[in-house]
């Protein structure tokens, strides 16, 4: 069989939730291509349905319509298949407070099947090794939520799927699984994180999958993402003497030019080599030239902003998106997610 490229694959899938209020849309109509190796963030708004995707391809809810697969295995009706290649954390694991990571882990080793051998390995690779002798109930959140993933480490599944791993983490917290996650990216596991905190993800993930209503939006490299982002621009600083002559030399060239703080501000310019020659033919020198582009959370917003509960979504993409490269863009009608009520699905921490 061949090597599926994909570690995670959905077409048009879909789940409804039914409530007090009738039906609510979680996940309306999802695309998702996941790349095999490296760490993929799962980016969305609250409510968004990345927690009602990640149960989707965990087998923990049923999707209405659509398709999933895991490494080239449909998913849930062959999950059986695929499941020992897969780890996750949903929500706060549960350990038993009285005992040691160590023995905590040792149990849930001989209840998989996993060989004790395993418990070592996963306990230095989340770097618990100079605690793993201590109670579960003296731990950090950090420390906690490290063990949660050493947890799902000890079958060393080729896929880690991590729904919003750092919440409730203080930075040194996110710090150590932002650690974690990117050295598993870096030994070809496949991580698949959610989240809602873009500059981590930004800091972690190769790719990402944005998502909002239950929808695609983009998706792609990080760095493609935030390169084919317009509203880069090159902030230039003169002295204050040279200011006007500064900027009727960028004019002159062609440039849209405006003052801030004292600066001159390049819009849609990233070249600060060509600029600062073409200052320096002129005799201005400058005193700081630096190139400021958008980061992952000024994208995102740009394509989230309007996705407020009662409101209306617009394709905002299409401003922010300049395609072609190896970034997809996303489109299609507005997703209608509402907030939840009660629900008719029972939705359990699992290790898969
Ligand atoms: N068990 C449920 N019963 C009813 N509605 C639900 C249920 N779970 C999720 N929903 C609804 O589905 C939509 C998507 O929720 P989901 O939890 O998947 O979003 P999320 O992206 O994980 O959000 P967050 O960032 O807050 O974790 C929301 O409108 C939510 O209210
Ligand atoms: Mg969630």
């Known amino acids: 069989m061949a090597v599926p490229d994909l570690a995670i694959e959905t077409h048009g899938l879909r789940k409804t939730y039914r409530t007090v209020r009738g039906r609510t849309v979680g996940v309306e109509s999802l695309d998702l291509a996941v790349p095999v190796g490296g760490v993929h963030g799962f980016l969305g708004p609250n409510g968004s349905g990345k927690t009602t995707t990640i149960r989707m391809l965990l087998g923990l809810v049923r999707p209405d319509s659509g398709t999933a697969s895991v490494f080239g295995v449909e998913v849930p009706r062959h999950l059986p298949d695929v499941v020992a290649r897969v780890g996750a954390i949903v929500e706060s694991p549960k350990f038993f407070p009285a005992f040691s990571a160590r023995r905590n882990l040792v149990l849930l080793a001989d209840g998989i099947g996993a060989p004790r051998t395993r418990v070592d390995e996963v306990i230095e ?65 496949t991580v698949l994180v959610s989240s809602h905190i873009l500059a981590e993800v930004e800091q972690v993930a190769d790719t990402v999958s944005i998502v909002t209503r239950g929808r695609l939006v983009a998706s792609g490299r990080v760095a493609d993402l935030l390169g084919e982002a317009t509203g880069a621009s090159v902030l230039v600083r003169v002295a204050p003497d040279d200011v006007g002559t500064a900027e009727r030399v960028l004019v002159t060239a062609g440039h849209v030019v405006r003052s801030e703080d004292g600066a001159l501000v390049v819009d849609g310019a990233t070249d600060a080599a060509a600029l600062n020659r073409l200052l320096g033919e002129q005799g201005v020198w400058a005193s700081e030239i630096v190139v400021r582009r958008p980061d992952l959370e000024q994208v995102f917003l740009g394509l ?16 922010l ?19 939840a009520g009660t629900s008719d699905e029972s939705t359990d921490e699992v290790r898969a």
């Open 321 to 339: 998106w300049g395609g072609g490269g190896r970034t997809a863009r996303h489109g299609g009608p507005d997703g209608t997610a509402a907030d």
């Open 304 to 319: 989230t902003q309007h996705d407020v509960p009662g409101g209306t979504s617009h394709r905002s993409e299409r401003r």
């Open 125 to 189: 690779q989340v770097g618990l090794a100079g605690r793993s002798r201590d109670r579960y109930r003296t731990y950090s959140l950090g420390m906690k939520q490290r063990l949660a993933i050493a947890a799902t480490l000890l079958k060393d599944p080729d896929l880690l799927i991590f729904d919003e791993p750092t919440n409730g983490l203080d930075p040194a917290g996110i710090h150590e699984i932002r650690e974690t996650m990117r050295s598993l990216g870096d030994q070809g596991k």
